[in-house]
């Protein structure tokens, strides 16, 4: 009976080596994969003149590239955000390169200071991108 145990014992260290070795080869590929994926997304504000009233824009704000779908998009208007009820937005849709994007606008005055504040989670620093005239 102990001749048994102990070939238990070894087999059972010999599977827990093969096991370490094949999950340190995951982790070792997942840390070549996470500067892709930690990637900041690109950001574009960009904005349309109305035809009939030429004082108001439509602006939008655009982020594209980025790999999860738990980005925080707000518009400012003279630093302060704009209420969701008066954005439209595309919600989180896919790209064709497994990267998502996201697109909201609103309308606003030629005259108001506005920005897009982005905050993707794999990036530490929040995106803003000013709109100028």
């Known amino acids: 009976r102990f001749k048994r145990i102990c070939r238990r014992g070894a087999q059972k260290r010999l599977?827990?080596?093969v096991f370490v070795d094949?999950?340190?080869?995951?982790?070792e590929q997942a840390d070549e994969l996470i500067p892709v994926f930690s990637a900041p997304p690109d950001v574009y504000v960009f904005a349309n003149m109305y035809i009939r009233d030429k004082n108001k824009l439509k602006l939008?704000?655009?982020?594209?590239g980025?790999?999860?779908?738990?980005?925080?998009?707000?518009?400012?208007?003279?630093?302060?955000?704009?209420?969701?009820?008066?954005?439209?937005?595309?919600?989180?849709?896919p790209n064709e390169d497994g990267t998502?994007?996201?697109?909201?606008?609103?309308?606003?005055s030629k005259d108001d200071e506005v920005d897009c504040f982005v905050s993707p989670r794999t990036y530490k620093e929040p995106i803003i991108i000013k709109w100028g005239n």
């Open 60 to 64: 939008t704000c655009m982020a594209t």
């Open 22 to 27: 094949i999950f340190t080869g995951f982790i």
């Open 100 to 108: 998502f994007q996201l697109t909201k606008s609103v309308e606003i």
């Open 15 to 17: 599977w827990v080596n």
């Open 66 to 93: 980025f790999y999860f779908k738990d980005v925080i998009m707000t518009i400012r208007k003279n630093r302060t955000p704009v209420p969701e009820d008066e954005i439209e937005s595309t919600q989180i849709r």
